[in-house]
């Protein structure tokens, strides 16, 4: 026995010293969700947590409804500067390098694109590398480090070469004209701009390319400026505009245009420094010396390996197997990319007023998807920069008359509801007021009482081309009615659960400032939702002005965002007793939600039912969230690229994950409550403003999946529901698992 013992803590102890080796960012594997496959929406992005540019392998062309780099593609085309956040959202201001050799010039995406193979690809947040193979057998190897605004490239050569670079400042191809990018406007009223400096070996430029630019204002001002800087001298060169060539020329404007420099042969390994910036041109010549100041891509590779290192410090976990580290660390990855640094040392250009500014900004929030779980998380780990995110916000509010719904990079009529409304009073109800709180509630309460311009003249959709900001269209409707009229109104039924819930939002900040009047007001606008519920239907379902119903079956989505009757059944965040009373009572309504999973209406890969799950705690029976809890994470997460279900949606994927792995997840944020569920690790350290709170679940195992009890710093909780200041009060969260079945008492 005693060798059986002694045996075991030798391999235990090897076990932990291989594994404290290596460093958290060690663990992040940048292809989960990079697959066409369930759509993650991911790419490997390489730069430092909230990057204003992210640098990454291009495979496609960019463009709205897909991401510029998918893994089962086999070529790529360029290394991109990019500001895309997510599929459904457009890149704007990019840039692209590529490599190349060869005596013909070739300048086309399509035509420039080199194979690659996964086998010789590198990918982590700080460093990416490939080697690139041409027609004709020609191997380029290529290495990429960034930080916040600017990126390194090495390209090696093959010997006896003439190394060739190809610049593309801008990429309006007429082939890319769908329906949600709707490039006419774009071709007729922009143009890119490049210029080669053969004398400081560099070319400069701008790209006033925005690809969600139908969905929001003009910005006659928008740019996004770059240097592209060269480590040996230009021998060759010349500019281009769609196929043509123009040897010779150092400067061009166009819709799908750039540059292109050749190298002597004698020099095989060149280095590329990239500079952006969204203010000038000497803006980006700052941002290059702040932040690449030496020809040094090791050092800025480890500065940036130290910036996720700190970052993805805040966890430390115990996993049950090789995989969990990766799909833990990689989810926390990329809840560290959105909302993106959108100033430069001091400065920032505004897509709201189009001017220049004092100041800091964060920009790209995805705030339908956000509020429900990756807002929550960073009031945990990030309260700080969750108040700077929420002064972002105000920025845009003072400088546009609104608070933006999706910015991209300005107001973009996309998804629905004011959900900055719950990210703000989440934060605030949780003490995090390191901003204007007088101004926070003025726009607040805009938002909630102040109809859009034409709300009653305009049938307002999702997507709408060349209108104002809809913000809460249909809220003429709302307010008189009580519930958003469909005949009015597009998406209706989805307008008013979650207006609802965003009014309720507003109250609580109301409520706590002394507005009793707009508290009273906002609260009885957040029970609109009974007027949206069909009772003999059992289903939310819209309604005409007249107050007629509308059926649907249930497959339609009319009425509905991005979902059927089922996917918006359960979506009464704020009153989710008065839900279950209205729904018949506690076992009905676990009826129903049996129904949901049961016949799989249930939909992980898009977010109005990631609360869902948690549900069964509001019914005393926890022990279906904690199957169903454990059940998607399964499912639904994984080590590889088809390793996130649906698209990641700057992070709200990732933070259910990260919540349900921990074993709570705050179904209604706002409320500073969490629903618990079951943890999915033996143990998690979490490093909270002032210290560390230990997540353990002892005995978990495949036999013991189910929660017996928990203890907050060794308090038995009589319910399942935990408090966010006493959790981020306490030193330690301790599950007891077991093989049974149990409610909290």
Known sequence: MKKILFLFLCFYTSLTYSQTKKEVVDYVNPFIGTALKDEGGTVPYVGTPFAMTSFLPQTRENKMGGMAYVYDDKHIMGFLGSHQPTIWMGDYGYVSVMPQVGETVKVLPEDRKMSFNH??????????????????????????????????????FPKNQKPRLIIQGINLNPALNDWCNHLSHRLNTIKGWVKIDTENNEIIGYNPDRQSAQIGPDLPNFKGYFIIRFNRDIKDFGCWNDSTLYPGEKEIYGTRMGAYIDFDKSSPQIQVQIATSFISIEQARMNLEHEVPEWDFKQLCNNTKKAWNDKLSKFHIKGNNKDDAPIFYTALYHCYLFPREFSEYGKYYSAFDDKIHDGFSYN?????????????????????????????????????????????????????????????????????????????YEALRKNAMVPPDCDTQRRYGDRDYWTSFEGRAGASYYHSLGYVADDKTAESVSRTLEYAYDDWCVAQMAKDLGKTEDYNRLMQFSQNYRNQYNAEKGFFLPRN?????????????????????????????????????????????????????????????????????????????????????????????????????????????????????????????????????????????????????????????????????????????????????????????????????????
Not at 134 to 140: E, S, V
Not at 402 to 425: C, K, R
Not at 428 to 435: A, D, F, H, L, W
């Open 119 to 156: 086998k010789d690809e590198k990918a982590s947040p700080h460093y990416y590398s490939v080697t690139l193979t041409d027609k004709q057998k020609n191997r380029i190897f290529t290495e990429l480090t960034a930080s916040s605004r600017c990126a390194m490239l090495n390209f090696r």
């Open 364 to 440: 790209d929030y995805s705030l339908w998807d956000t509020f429900r779980a990756f807002h929550p998380l960073m009031t945990l780990i990030e309260p700080e920069l969750t108040g700077d995110w929420i002064t972002a916000l105000l920025q845009m509010y003072k400088e546009g008359g609104w608070l933006p719904m999706w910015p991209n990079p300005s107001y973009t009529n996309i998804m629905i509801g004011t959900h900055a409304d719950a990210v703000i009073a989440d934060a605030y109800m949780k003490g995090i007021r390191n901003y204007d709180i007088g101004l926070a």
């Open 545 to 745: 002005y007249d107050g007629s119903w509308i059926d649907l079956d249930d497959h339609s989505r009319h009425g509905l965002t991005e979902g059927s009757k089922w996917t918006y059944l359960f979506c009464v965040l704020q009153d989710i007793p008065g839900m279950i009373d209205m729904m018949g009572g506690e076992k009905a309504f676990s009826a129903k939600l049996d129904r949901n999973f049961e016949e799989d209406h249930y939909r992980h890969d898009n977010e109005p039912g990631h609360h869902y799950i948690y549900l069964y705690n509001y019914c005393n029976e926890p022990w279906k969230t904690q199957e169903l809890a454990r059940k998607h994470v399964r499912i639904n997460y994984k080590n590889s690229p088809d390793g996130v279900n649906g698209n990641d949606d700057c992070g709200q994927m990732s933070a259910w994950y990260l919540f349900s792995a921990m074993g709570f997840y705050p179904v209604t944020p706002g409320s500073n409550e969490f629903a618990i569920g079951v943890p999915q690790l033996p143990e998690i350290k979490i490093q909270l403003k002032d210290h560390e709170l230990t997540i353990k679940a002892e005995n978990l195992s495949e036999e013991n999946q189910y929660v017996q009890s928990v203890f907050l710093d060794g308090k038995k909780l009589l319910k399942p529901f935990i408090n966010y200041f006493d959790l981020i009060g306490a030193k330690e969260l301790r599950f007891i698992m077991g093989n049974k079945q149990t409610v909290y008492k």
